[in-house]
């Protein structure tokens, strides 16, 4: 099966995404995929949707935070020649070292779904729930009393 949106007249191809980090093959690594429209093994449900999303929200940040770090170490990389004293350099180099660093462990970890289990009505007051309990699923199926007054 193949789907297709049109994206900035560009027709791009959604069952070529990649898993790890919801990102559209074929694109500049800037167009992510989430929820029904990712043709992915999950199943097509607001939990898979959620957790999609609260990992690109956590993208979009570390994203913005490495774009930060790497605009504050062009800055610092400029001003390293201008230093007016040894111990101002030293500061400097210090500083540099730091963003480096910060830079160097800024990455992004790859999309894990967690399965949180399932509940389902199944009519006159009566729902199934299937959870995950140590490494397998147990299903329950309880009968919720309405309240009568």
């Known amino acids: 099966m193949v789907i297709l949106i049109r994206f900035s007249n560009v027709y791009v191809d959604l069952t070529c995404l990649s898993l790890d980090f919801l990102k559209v093959n074929g694109t500049d690594g800037t167009t992510f995929a989430l929820g029904d429209c990712t043709a992915t093994s999950y199943a097509p449900t607001a939990q898979v949707a959620s957790q999609q999303g609260a990992y690109l929200a956590r993208c979009f940040h570390q994203i913005a935070k490495k774009d930060n770090l790497a605009v504050k170490l062009e800055k ?10 040894p111990e101002e350099q030293k500061k400097l180099d210090d500083e540099i070292s730091e963003v480096r660093k910060k830079l160097a462990k800024s990455r992004v970890r790859p999309f894990q779904y967690s399965h949180q289990g399932s509940l389902a009505y ?3 007051e009566k729902a ?13 199926q309880k009968i919720f009393e309405s309240e009568k007054n």
Request: net charge negative; proline share 4%; glycine share 12%.
């Open 122 to 124: 199944i009519g006159s």
């Open 76 to 85: 610092l990389e400029q001003s390293q020649g201008n230093a007016s004293s």
């Open 128 to 140: 199934i729930a299937d959870l995950p309990f140590m490494d397998g699923n147990v299903s329950v």
